[in-house]
């Protein structure tokens, strides 16, 4: 009985850790490619999904229209953008990084 006791007492924590903690995953993507000498300018937007069940709408439009924001001309070129979502269980996190030059 105490060595169940012992056993149990040993696998909580790391029990606690994975149900606390999670695992988490990271994956990104990059498009396109920059080149210019102007105004750079950068800016990032982020949003949860739930379950893989639902994803943010809207997060690469509301990333877009901040980086157009940034210039005065209202004109932005040579943009890259980053894609990253981290999962832990139940939820992702979305983040959409981008920058360009101002045109």
Known sequence: ???RLATLVRLFPLAACLVF??????????ISDRSGGSQTVSVWSSDYGIL?????EGLTEATNSKLVGQCQAGRVTSVVTEL???????????????????G
């Open 1 to 3: 009985m105490l060595k």
């Open 21 to 30: 903690f999670g695992c988490i995953a990271l994956q990104s993507s990059s």
């Open 52 to 56: 893989h069940l639902t994803e943010p």
């Open 84 to 102: 990253s979502m981290r999962e832990w269980i139940i939820i992702q996190w979305y983040t959409v990084l981008a920058s360009g030059i101002c």
